[in-house]
């Protein structure tokens, strides 16, 4: 059965640095997802991603963040300068079906420190 | 998207169904009923949806009232790996967000 894969699994970066994180979508999935989740809280919508643009993004999803699809597989998240409460797990999920329903990865778990 | 209301927790004993109710006063008509859970910190994962009739799959039953304010999400024979957070979701079809409440968490228990 198809998956989302994301990599990788556990990053721990300094506050400041900048991370990319990595997913590689079901191949015949159309639209994209980023959630995150903080330890322990709700799971929360970050962007989503259709017809290589930004179609929705949350309040979270501030000019420190950045998406991207560079080929036709790949769909990343980019954090140009991270702070502490960027620490959560990162959660990549698809799309394809007209019901809308999502297929999610596994996850990233981002450490700031 | 309509707005839903789900208990906080649940237990049931493994090997028994587990009923999980949702609900969703306020959905509107072409508004769906989906489910999806999370084990522990895993990816959540899509479970079941439906419109207004009631629907089965390898993994549960949705039942949908027939005013619509109300479903019922049914594991058949709960499993201890059936532990998980439980999400109700009423949202139209199509590639929106989906938004993800507290949900239910369900405690299997041997």
């Known amino acids: 059965e198809p998956e989302v894969t994301q990599t990788p699994s556990h990053q721990v970066t300094q506050m400041g640095q900048e991370v990319i994180l990595r997913c590689v979508p079901i191949?015949?999935?159309?639209?994209f997802y980023w959630y995150r989740q903080i330890l322990g809280q709700k799971v929360e919508f970050l962007v989503s991603?259709?017809?290589?643009?930004?179609?929705?993004k949350s309040e979270i999803f501030d000019d420190q963040f950045s998406v991207e699809r560079p080929d036709g597989s790949n769909f990343t998240l980019k954090i140009r300068s991270t702070k502490l409460e960027d620490s959560a797990m990162y959660f990549c999920?698809?799309?394809?079906?007209?019901?809308?329903?999502?297929?999610f990865g596994e996850g990233s778990r981002l450490t700031v420190l | 998207d309509a707005k839903t209301t789900q208990p906080t927790s649940m237990d049931c004993a493994e090997g028994r169904a587990a009923n999980l109710p949702c609900n969703h006063s306020?959905?509107?008509?072409?508004?769906?009923v989906y489910w999806y859970r999370q084990i522990h910190s895993q990816g959540p994962q899509y479970i079941i949806h439906?419109?207004?009739n009631n629907e089965t799959n390898e993994m549960a039953s949705l039942i949908i009232t027939e005013d619509r304010k109300s479903s019922t999400l049914i594991l058949p024979h709960a499993t201890l790996r059936d532990t998980a957070v439980y999400y109700c979701?009423?949202?139209?079809?199509?590639?929106?967000?989906?938004?993800f409440g507290a949900g239910t968490r369900l405690f299997v228990k041997a």
């Open positions: 191949s015949n999935h159309l639209y």
């Open positions: 999920a698809g799309s394809g079906g007209a019901f809308g329903e999502l297929f």
């Open positions: 991603f259709y017809n290589n643009e930004i179609s929705e």
């Open positions: 306020t959905i509107s008509g072409n508004e769906y």
């Open positions: 979701i009423v949202r139209v079809t199509g590639g929106f967000k989906t938004i």
């Open positions: 439906g419109l207004k």
